[in-house]
């Protein structure tokens, strides 16, 4: 299904976003050094149920925003603003990641925009991925500082051997983003800006995904967040490393589509959800 793309200009930046499918309106919230594109095989199968937005944040594919910083408050801003923008009064949200992060601060800051939420292989807002996997993070900025010739290690923090070892192109993923040092400087700092968050205040109901093969956010640490945030419930897929919608995006699909169309989210009552694995 061929995307549509739009440019949505919102809070001084020219946001990109491409929009496929019909039905109800879900937006996809890409990861720390990822652009929409990340997404492309999985929008395709949730298109056959919803409207997909995927767009680009800032310093990301092909939005354009100012040269100053900016933090997680105003990228949660920007997606409440591309939602009104587009016509929609709300909308599901999935983020992966750091777009995970922005998206419990949108669910939080902005609760009207948000219909359901999921939560993909993320972590808390405020908490510091290096103080999640000390080990990991460390040696990812040291990996880094080598690209592209480290390009295939760092490959193994995001999918597992198995998916590598089939899939050997994936390793391209990580020969470097494209972003200017002006971009690549901004987006380091996105984090560490202060931003005002009570998961308290998430008001959707919220489904945790994270990956049995997670190397780089643990998935305890992932499946946590339902224990802070009203009502949310859990599932680990089994076999996924940190990136499952590109790896089994057929396999995050199911999940998603499933949790978007039950009632009530499979949130009744407000109660949180036993975590459940999933082998296929």
Do not use: K, W
């Not at 990340?38 to 149920?49: I, K, P, Q, V, Y």
């Not at 971009?183 to 205040?201: E, F, S």
């Not at 590109?246 to 009552?269: C, K, Y």
Request: proline letters at 8%; one cysteine or more.
């Amino acid at each position: 299904m061929t995307a549509a793309s739009r440019r949505i200009e919102a809070n001084g930046t020219s946001i990109h976003c491409a929009v496929s499918g019909a039905g109800a309106p879900v937006v996809l919230i890409h990861g720390a050094e990822a652009d929409h594109s990340m997404f492309d095989g999985f929008a395709a199968l949730l298109a056959e149920h919803f409207t997909v937005i995927a767009y680009d944040q800032r310093d990301s594919g092909s939005t354009r925003n100012p040269p100053q910083p900016y933090g997680l408050a105003e990228m949660a801003d920007d997606a409440a603003a591309l939602i009104a923008s587009l016509g929609h009064e709300r909308a599901h949200v999935f983020g992966t990641s750091l777009g995970g992060v922005i998206a419990q601060v949108l669910a939080a800051r902005h609760p009207r925009r948000v219909d359901r939420l999921v939560l993909s292989s993320t972590f808390r807002p405020g908490v510091p991925p290096l103080t999640i996997n000390p080990d990991v993070f460390s040696r990812l900025a040291a990996l880094r500082a080598g690209l592209p010739h480290t390009a295939a290690e760092i490959a193994t923090y995001f999918f597992p051997p198995g998916h590598i070892a089939a899939h050997p192109e994936a390793v391209a993923i990580f020969n470097g983003t494209g972003r200017t040092p002006g971009q690549r400087q901004r987006r380091a700092g996105i984090l560490a800006r202060p931003v005002a968050y009570d998961p308290q205040q998430i008001a959707a109901p919220t489904l945790v995904l994270a990956g049995a093969d997670d190397r780089l956010i643990p998935p305890a640490h992932t499946l946590s967040l339902a224990g802070d945030i009203p009502g949310a419930r859990t599932a680990t897929l089994a076999g996924l490393g940190h990136v499952g919608t590109l790896q089994a995006p057929d396999q995050v699909a199911h999940e998603v589509v499933a949790f978007l169309t039950t009632r009530n989210g499979g949130n009744e009552h407000g109660r949180t959800g036993e975590e459940s694995a999933r082998a296929s």
